[in-house]
């Protein structure tokens, strides 16, 4: 049985969330907390394997709690909370920061037609993250023949970077884009797995730790040096021949939408050898045959490495199609990503 531990200061909310999760055979609801405060003085005493935990509470909130748990009595934590303003609530991605694995909005009532998806995406996440062993990692930087080894295997005729990402994710991308300088010399096309409506807080939340521009990507606009495009919820990203960013709607019953493989595919057709692909952490497949085409074509491609991969599915699956190049750490990855602007 996965135990787990809601907290929540909603009545309604820490109900609706029992309902689901206790629904599943494999989970059980250990307890729920009102607050901060209640589900530190849980912990210490009982061991979830994993914490549900929203964001916006009285007193100690949801990124404070989940800094503390992390720092105290370390165990998988997903974020389930509602929407609020993008432009002026970085609340949700900061708890990523502190440690939180994934986050997702909290499933509409029961009878809601998005009632039953939204479930059963909770309950997934819940199971997955209950396998993560959380520890906290210190990725040690490349050594010094190692890094001259990446730099020198950047081609100098690199026209744009793909980086494409899911569960564990945000983190990563905020990390690689945040180290690279206002004058990175070609732009990046961004896709997170993320419900679509958190996908402004999550591009706004990136725009205010990077010196690059960081936007969400909008049908028709040219790309452009030193700006890193996120794709919008529910559509699949790409550029077309003359340089301009290409939104299409995702199809009824795709369950992947942005998907990597669709931008890694248009990157191999209309990019070949002048584009860079990265596939970050993530559970599933997506993106692995995308880059291995990217690869085909001459492309420069990237896989996370393991050891510092949240879910290791779509880089591990990359790297079980000989898709990935180069396997490295993030900090590898900034690396070779740093030597373009040297180029």
């Known amino acids: 049985m996965i135990k ?22 494999e989970i059980e609801v250990i307890g729920c907390a009102r607050s901060g405060v209640e589900a530190l003085a849980v912990l210490a005493h009982k061991r979830p394997d994993v914490v549900t935990m929203d964001v916006h509470m009285p007193g100690i909130d949801g ?26 609530d970085s609340a949700n991605f900061r708890a ?24 059963a995406e909770l309950v997934l996440t819940v199971k997955l993250m209950s396998e993560v062993r959380v520890v906290r990692r210190t990725v040690k930087p490349a050594k010094a ?3 001259s080894s990446i730099v020198a295997a950047v081609p100098a005729s690199v026209k744009v970077v793909a980086i494409g990402a899911s569960t564990g994710g945000p983190v990563v991308v905020q990390a690689i884009l945040a180290s690279l300088p206002v004058d990175f010399p070609v732009p990046l096309l961004v896709v997170q797995h993320m419900a679509g409506e958190f996908i402004p807080g999550f591009s706004e939340w990136l725009a205010r730790s990077c010196a690059i521009r960081v936007k969400v990507a909008v049908q028709g606009e040219f790309i452009a ?8 919820g529910g559509t699949d ?3 077309d021949g003359q340089g301009r960013v290409t939104l299409i709607r995702g199809k009824a019953g795709q369950s992947l939408c942005p998907s990597v493989n669709h931008l890694f595919h248009n990157m191999a057709e209309r990019f070949g050898q002048h584009a860079v692909g990265i596939l970050l952490t993530g559970m599933g497949s997506d993106g ?15 896989a996370q490495d393991e050891a510092s991969s949240v879910i290791y599915g779509m880089p591990g699956e990359a790297v079980k199609l000989k898709a990935a190049q180069h396997v490295l750490s993030p900090d590898s990855i900034i690396a070779m990503l740093r030597a373009l602007v040297k180029r």
């Open 288 to 302: 692995a045959p995308g880059l291995k085409e990217m690869k085909e074509q001459g492309a420069l491609t990237i």
């Open 63 to 88: 990124f404070e709690t989940t800094y503390r748990i992390m720092t105290e009595h370390p165990v998988p934590v997903v974020i389930v909370t509602s929407m609020l303003d993008p432009q002026t």
């Open 237 to 239: 990203m790409g550029v």
């Open 96 to 119: 990523l920061e502190a440690g939180a694995l994934a986050i997702l909005p909290k499933p509409p009532a029961v009878g809601h037609p998005d009632h039953l998806p939204a479930a």
């Open 4 to 25: 787990v531990l809601i907290v929540d200061d909603s009545a309604v909310a820490r109900e609706l969330i029992e309902h689901v999760l206790g629904a599943d055979p």
């Open 225 to 232: 040096p030193g700006t890193a495009y996120v794709a919008p």
């Open 145 to 147: 023949r190692q890094q």
